[in-house]
């Protein structure tokens, strides 16, 4: 059945490191988020899309962090350079459309920076 | 600014009814939802409620919807094991606004 695909499922890496996490979304959802889910800060929103343009990422430090979309079926999340307190599970999640609320889950991508 | 609010914490013994509560602030929230996480998993959808409406039920499932004082429950009867899981309330005008959720502890 139709899901939401996240790599890699883990990575470990070291400061400094670059780190870049991938997302294959439910095909025909048009909006595409990515959350950062840590136990002090909950879930917290990084960046979303629709129809491939960027719509908010005001949650994402830009010094280091970039999202993009090169195409429907691909998301992408990067950060260079790396630092121990990214370590976080990574999300990424799809909606049809329309803005319904209705979000479809990957399995996450944990980042532990060392 | 708008903001949701849960328990971190809530223990039931298996066969007994949970009752998840949410306080949000938003009152122009149009859907509000009820999201599961089981560990090492994403979230998924477990049901939402649109803002005109004061309860919804779906098999073990009950929502609850207190707009005067802008409250949302959720009530699992006869809990299972299954159940154990985080709980997420969150709240919709034109983009989710989450809990820190709720981690259900079942007592066998």
């Known amino acids: 059945d139709a899901r939401v695909t996240q790599t890699p499922r883990h990575k470990v890496t070291e400061m400094g490191q670059e780190v870049t996490m991938r997302c294959q979304p439910i095909?025909?959802?048009?909006?595409v988020f990515w959350y950062r889910q840590t136990m002090m800060q909950g879930l917290e929103l990084l960046a979303y899309f629709r129809n491939r343009a960027p719509l908010d990422d005001s949650g994402m430090p830009k010094d280091r962090f970039s999202a993009e979309m090169p195409d429907a079926t691909l998301a992408t999340l990067k950060i260079q350079p790396s630092e121990p307190r990214d370590s976080a599970v990574y999300f990424c999640?799809?909606?049809?459309?329309?803005?319904?609320?209705?979000?479809?889950f990957g399995e996450g991508s944990r980042l532990t920076v060392l | 600014g708008e903001d949701v609010e849960q328990s971190l914490f809530l223990s039931v013994r298996e066969g007994d009814s949970s009752v998840i509560n949410c306080t949000y602030t938003?009152?122009?929230?149009?859907?509000l939802y009820w999201y599961k996480q089981e560990p090492g998993a994403g979230l998924q959808l477990l049901t939402y409620i649109f803002s005109n409406m004061d309860m919804k039920q779906d098999q073990r499932l009950t929502v609850l919807l207190n707009k005067k004082d802008k409250h949302l429950s959720l009530r699992i009867a006869d809990t299972q094991t299954g159940d154990s899981a985080i709980y997420f309330c969150?709240?919709?005008?034109?983009?989710?606004?989450w809990g820190a959720g709720t981690k259900l502890i079942i007592k066998p």
């Open positions: 999640a799809s909606e049809p459309g329309g803005g319904t609320g209705e979000l479809f």
């Open positions: 969150a709240e919709s005008n034109y983009q989710l606004i």
């Open positions: 938003d009152s122009s929230s149009t859907y």
């Open positions: 095909l025909g959802h048009n909006t």
